[in-house]
């Protein structure tokens, strides 16, 4: 099968032939690719600043068609419509007995072992899957907590993106934050997950849903599909953080940092309102080192890490699906554009400009 490699960070994908295992093991599932969405943490490990092993074949938010399954997975089968997630789960740690899939402690335990034929390989030569999925594949040999089955009428296209984006930025409103009735939110960065944060926090009933972005284009989507009660233009706004204080007195109850901008959790700070929360969801880099001034602890401000939107992938996923099939959640708003696999480095370019809204790589 076709997969897009990684063999150096900065170099473009290669899109060549890779091979996966002829025999599955008891907890695996083959998948045939449907959809996978570029996400801003593959870029990431495109420019160097999450380092993980080499050659390997990036893409966590996909969505397929199970086309097999090993002999110890019995609630998944041939021919059933899966989201595969980066929230792959041991389901035997502290944390996932806790109900915390996400913040699950052994996740070697769902990946092949030191001297088993590796998932995907060239020429005998290992290729690592990037968080357990690696789907910018036509296949994908996953364990069998990587994939939650979903309802057929569900568009696959569309379903790739509720593995990633949909869940953190609807989990960091509806479940990490739990905002309330009538809390002020404010969002910067309007990209895949902060439009979603802005249609989790008004599914929550959020009042004013203020979104921030250089762009006037995703502003311009985040009130029109996505709830936001007021755009903050970041290229033109000098005091973004007193402009929220303007818009909602005092400031907001939460805010949301989904850029991944260390010197953004400040800006963030200076946003809220005593007694308020900062949720960082945007992935900063290894080596990012963040910095504010303790007055804001002394406000009884807190900031807050955020993993996953606290995904729990077999509750949370169908529960998305729901939500969009009944209509209350907007997903094809989303969509930048939607490529082949043959075209994916175009894509991650535009993802790189910031141009477009999320890209969908569709099989
Ligand atoms: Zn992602
Ligand atoms: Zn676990």
């Not at 590796?118 to 990587?146: C, K, Y």
């Not at 972005?213 to 502003?219: F, T, V």
């Not at 002394?298 to 529960?319: F, M, T």
């Not at 969009?324 to 708003?333: A, I, M, P, S, V």
């Given at each position: 099968m076709r997969a897009a490699v990684l063999h150096e960070p900065h170099a473009p994908l290669e899109v060549r032939e890779v091979e996966t295992p002829a025999e599955l093991l008891p907890d695996e599932v083959r998948v045939r690719t449907a959809a996978v969405g570029i996400c801003h943490s593959d870029l990431h490990v495109i420019q160097g600043l999450v380092g993980r092993p080499m050659p390997i074949v990036l893409g966590h938010e996909a969505s397929g068609v199970v086309l097999e399954v090993g002999s110890a997975v019995d609630d998944v089968q041939a021919g059933d419509h899966v989201v595969a997630c980066f929230v792959v789960f041991c389901g035997r740690c502290r944390m996932c007995r806790a109900g915390q899939p996400a913040m699950c402690q052994d996740r070697e335990a769902t990946m092949r072992?030191?001297?088993?034929?590796?998932?995907?390989?060239?020429?005998?030569?290992?290729?690592?899957?990037?968080?357990?999925?690696?789907?910018?594949?036509?296949?994908?040999?996953?364990?069998?907590?990587?994939?939650?089955?979903?309802?057929?009428?569900?568009?696959?296209?569309?379903?790739?993106?509720?593995?990633?984006?949909?869940?953190?930025?609807?989990?960091?409103?509806?479940?990490?934050?739990?905002?309330?009735p009538g809390d002020a939110v404010a969002v910067i960065g309007a990209g895949g997950v902060?439009?979603?944060?802005?249609?989790?926090?008004?599914?929550?009933?959020?009042?004013?849903?203020?979104?921030?972005?250089?762009?006037?284009?995703?502003?311009?989507l985040a009130r029109a599909r996505f709830g936001a009660t007021h755009t903050i233009d970041a290229s033109a706004v000098t005091d973004v953080a007193a402009r929220v204080r303007e818009i909602v007195d005092g400031g907001a109850d939460h805010v949301f940092e989904a850029v991944g901008a260390p010197g953004l959790v400040e800006v963030a700070l200076d946003a809220t309102a005593r007694g308020g929360s900062v949720w960082a969801i945007g992935v900063f880099g290894d080596a990012a080192r963040?910095?504010?001034?303790?007055?804001?602890?002394?406000?009884?401000?807190?900031?807050?890490?955020?993993?996953?939107?606290?995904?729990?992938?077999?509750?949370?996923?169908?529960?998305?699906?729901?939500?969009?099939?009944?209509?209350?959640?907007?997903?094809?708003?989303?969509?930048?554009?939607r490529i082949a696999l043959a075209d994916i480095n175009r894509g991650i370019d535009a993802l790189a400009a910031g141009t477009g809204a999320r890209t969908l790589v569709v099989f």
């Open positions: 072992g030191a001297g088993q034929e590796p998932r995907l390989s060239i020429d005998g030569v290992e290729v690592h899957q990037w968080t357990n999925v690696a789907g910018f594949a036509e296949e994908m040999v996953l364990h069998r907590n990587a994939v939650t089955a979903i309802d057929e009428r569900m568009p696959l296209d569309l379903a790739a993106m509720l593995g990633c984006a949909v869940a953190t930025g609807v989990g960091s409103a509806r479940k990490v934050a739990r905002i309330a902060g439009l979603n944060v802005c249609q989790g926090a008004a599914l929550s009933g959020a009042g004013a849903i203020i979104a921030v972005d250089r762009s006037a284009h995703r502003l311009e963040i910095e504010f001034s303790a007055a804001h602890l002394h406000s009884g401000k807190g900031v807050h890490g955020v993993r996953a939107g606290s995904l729990e992938p077999q509750r949370d996923i169908p529960q998305l699906v729901e939500d969009h099939l009944r209509g209350d959640l907007e997903l094809e708003g989303l969509v930048g554009e």
